[in-house]
């Protein structure tokens, strides 16, 4: 990930620690440390799925905005930006619907206020 990608995830789960998990930042931040993989140690959980979800959206969302902003000289609208990641992003089966609907609002809102 870079380091962009990085300091938007910790933004995000700080954002969605009180909501879903008060781990989910340090669940993230030991996912970053150990390169994006998955932590062996921690049993498989809502949690570990959710912060997993959330780098990977983070990930995602920064090379599509960078990409899209490149090629149209200006921002994409974060509508636009939310439903091509609700679209293309795969997700854990332990994550529902809604969860992984307010990861992305999360991260896309991250992403755009830090733009």
């Known amino acids: ?14 954002r969605l620690g009180p909501e879903f998990d008060s781990t989910l930042p340090a669940l ?3 996912q970053l440390q150990a390169g994006g ?20 959206a983070a990930k995602f969302a920064w090379d599509i905005y960078r990409d899209r ?3 149209a000289k200006a921002p994409p609208p974060p509508d636009s930006l939310a ?4 679209l293309e992003l795969k997700v ?12 992305i609002s999360a991260v896309v809102a991250e992403l ?3 733009s």
């Open 69 to 71: 902003e490149k090629d």
């Open 92 to 103: 854990d089966a332990g994550v529902s619907t809604e969860a992984r609907d307010k990861v």
């Open 28 to 30: 993230v931040e030991a």
């Open 83 to 86: 439903r091509q990641l609700r």
């Open 37 to 56: 993989q998955p932590l062996e140690r921690y049993d498989p959980g809502t949690a570990i799925a959710l912060a997993a979800l959330l780098l990977n």
């Open 112 to 114: 755009t206020k830090a």
């Open 1 to 14: 990930m870079s380091l962009a990608s990085d300091d938007l995830a910790r933004r995000t789960a700080q």
